[in-house]
């Protein structure tokens, strides 16, 4: 079991562009949750997607959209990217019937 | 919507000693409440947890307990150990952790050898 599996690891970006973060949930996990991490705090809740529909969504901009596809495995997309969107974006998975949400190793995006 | 407010901040103990993390929630409704220890540069990973029908949960050296009345919970890790060094999150949750997490802001632990 490969557990919770992110692409690509680091990223840089320039203002303005867009990006596209992939994750794929560990085996027997049907719930995939995204957040943000900066420097130096706690992760940030984006959103989580079942049965490829967006379920949750934390307080973040429109600028910010995901997908999830029916063998699990979800995108998070950033339009526009700020400066401010510089993080670690961690993928998160669980079970339906679970408690625990297992993490990925996290993608670094650096906007410059 | 939900808060969690986690002190201190850093903490630093003797190897041996015991280390003590403790949060604060506000959403009377989070009944799931799971700890994470995040080394550098590494992805968080879950080392314990509580529901909310439970006061006291312990696991080896490490014990979580939870007051529903007063909303807080504490990590209780004993006989520290230098690889216990990593920065630790409290988080809360609603639906027994099926929808989202909210984080408290993390302790830094510093085991001093």
């Known amino acids: 079991d490969a557990g919770v599996t992110q692409s690509p690891t680091h990223l840089i970006k320039t203002r303005g562009q867009q990006v596209t973060l992939r994750c794929s949930p560990k085996?027997?996990?049907?719930?995939v949750s995204w957040y943000q991490q900066a420097l130096g705090q706690g992760p940030q809740f984006i959103f989580q997607?079942?049965?490829?529909?967006?379920?949750q969504r934390g307080n973040f901009p429109d600028r910010f959209s995901g997908h999830q596809f029916p063998n699990y495995s979800s995108e998070l997309n950033v339009n526009a990217l700020l400066l401010g969107d510089s993080a670690l974006y961690l993928c998160?998975?669980?079970?339906?019937?679970?408690?625990?949400?297992?993490f990925g190793p996290g993608t670094r995006l650096t906007v410059l | 919507g939900e808060n969690v407010e986690q002190h201190p901040s850093t903490l630093s103990v003797q190897e041996g000693d015991s280390a003590v993390i403790k949060c604060t929630y506000s959403?009377?409704?989070?009944?799931?409440f799971p700890w994470y220890k995040q080394e550098l540069g590494k992805r968080p990973q879950l080392i314990i947890d509580?529901?909310?029908?439970?006061g006291e949960k312990k696991d080896q050296r490490i014990a979580v307990t939870l007051n529903k009345t007063a909303k807080h919970f504490s990590l209780h890790i004993t006989e520290t150990q230098p690889e216990d060094s990593a920065v630790y999150f409290c988080?809360?949750?609603?639906?027994?952790?099926?929808?989202?997490?909210?984080f408290g802001t993390g302790t830094r632990l510093t085991i001093i050898p």
């Open positions: 997607y079942y049965e490829e529909e967006e379920r």
């Open positions: 988080a809360a949750s609603t639906n027994f952790g099926n929808e989202k997490l909210t």
């Open positions: 998160a998975s669980s079970p339906e019937q679970g408690n625990e949400q297992f």
């Open positions: 959403d009377s409704a989070s009944n799931y």
């Open positions: 509580i529901r909310s029908n439970v």
């Open positions: 085996s027997g996990h049907d719930t």
